[in-house]
Structure formats: structure tokens, C-alpha cells
């Protein structure tokens, strides 16, 4: 079941299920039932549109994005190969998943106890299902052409503002490329800092209508579209990578 779901990014937005059984025969080698697959590569039913899919690829593959977390050489990565991947850790640590894919190829890897109790040595799916994944991933695309995930039509790329993901105007903020379901890129551009309330004990943003303990200052700030705010440069925690 999670190798059919994440099969869907993987597949355009179709979803293809899987028949892990191809072929039973008797003890004569008599052939009792087959599976036989359909003749067209994309087969199945479309359950997301091809450019949210795409999107949701480029997230699980980009390794800058887990950096924090899991480091720049872990075992997510496959050499220069641009692979989609997603770890995961139910809470008891009884089931510990690693999945990633390119257009091409899925590997999906469980690591838990057949009785159902949870690991005393896991911690994490980096440290867990993702050795054995990475073992099988790197085996499979060996020497193998980049495949990168197709574009669709009805995405677009916008270079937009890195703090805020405005578009960047004359505001001379640090950018990066995006990719967006065209109609759904931004349209403000980034104004740079303003003047806002800080609480001085939290150096984040005053609440509204405090008026004690705060004092004004310029800062960034990102306003999402139910009209919360968050400030960028204000100071916030760091994660930890554990291991």
C-alpha cells in the first residue's frame, strides 16, 4: 500500500497497483494463473494532477532541503542520482519505513519485529530501513542516466525571494528558483523589512495588543493567507540531527 501511494508521484499522478504474485504454476510447471501487465506505460487511474506530483518530487529529492536534518552525505543520498525519497518512524518504534523512487525505478524498505513489538536499537528511519534502501536504490540505478522527473506544462518557475518566497523586485533579497502550479505563484513582491512590535522576552513577534515589555524594530516579516504572520529574521530554535 505505501509502495502504491508513493508510486503516484512517481507515475505522473497515476496510481498503478502492484501484483507482487506474476505467475503460478502446478508441480508440472503448468501454468495456473498469470498476471499479465497492460501494453501502455502509463496505465491506472489518475488520483493527483502531474503538476502536483512533479512538485511533491522535486521536494523528496532536493537534498538541500534535508540538510539540517540528516546531513549533506547520508543514506538518502544515491551519488549524483536525483532520487525522490521520504523516511518514517511510527511513534513506538514498531514499524520504521524508507521509500524513494526516480520515473523508473521504487524501493520501498520496512525494518520492524514480526511480533509487532517495538525496536530497542532504532532510532530513526536514517539509522533503520535507510542503510538497506540505499544498499538496494544504489545497486538498481548503477551506471544508469540520470532520470529526472518530466515536467508538466502547468508548471512554472519563478525565482523568488529565499526568506519569504516573494518575488524579489528591487529588494535585493538572496533568491532561489521555485517551481508552482501556474496561477498559483506569487504575485506580491518582497517590501524588505518593516517596522514592527518585538517582545523583548521572546525576541519574536508581540502579540496583539501587547503593549508591555516590547520595543520597535525592522524585521522581516512573511504574511501567509489567513493573515498570520511569521518574522524570518527573527531569531528561531535550531533543529537538532539526532543521530
Not at 27 to 45: L, M, Q, R
Amino acid at each position: 500500500e505505501m509502495a502504491t501511494a508513493f508510486g503516484v508521484f512517481a507515475n505522473q499522478g497515476y496510481r498503478i497497483d502492484l501484483h507482487p504474485i506474476l505467475k503460478i504454476t502446478d508441480a508440472s510447471g503448468k501454468v495456473i494463473e498469470e498476471y499479465t501487465p497492460p501494453s501502455s506505460p502509463i496505465f491506472g487511474k489518475r488520483v493527483l494532477p502531474s503538476g502536483v506530483a512533479y512538485i511533491i518530487s522535486h521536494i523528496l529529492l532536493d537534498n538541500n532541503a534535508r540538510l539540517a536534518a540528516f546531513g549533506a552525505t547520508s543514506e538518502l543520498r544515491i551519488g549524483k542520482q536525483p532520487v525522490a525519497v521520504k523516511t518514517g518512524t511510527t511513534n513506538d518504534y514498531r514499524d520504521n519505513w524508507t521509500v524513494g523512487y526516480t520515473p523508473t525505478r521504487l524501493v520501498i524498505t520496512w525494518v520492524g519485529n514480526n511480533d509487532n513489538t517495538p525496536m530497542g536499537n532504532v532510532t530513526s528511519g536514517i539509522t533503520g530501513a535507510a542503510p538497506i534502501w540505499n544498499d538496494i536504490m544504489t545497486h538498481l540505478l548503477n551506471e544508469k542516466p540520470a532520470q529526472w522527473p518530466p515536467k508538466p506544462a502547468d508548471v512554472v518557475v519563478k525565482n523568488v525571494c529565499t526568506p519569504s518566497g516573494l518575488l524579489p523586485g528591487n529588494s535585493g533579497c538572496p533568491t532561489r528558483f521555485e517551481y508552482f502550479i501556474k496561477g498559483m505563484e506569487p504575485k506580491k513582491f518582497e517590501g524588505g523589512k518593516q517596522k514592527v512590535f518585538i517582545d523583548k522576552g521572546t525576541n519574536d513577534l508581540a502579540k496583539p495588543g501587547q503593549t508591555e515589555n516590547v520595543e520597535e524594530r525592522e524585521e522581516m516579516i512573511v504574511t501567509d493567507v489567513t493573515g498570520d504572520r511569521y518574522c524570518v529574521t527573527c531569531p528561531h530554535p535550531e533543529p537538532s540531527p539526532t543521530p
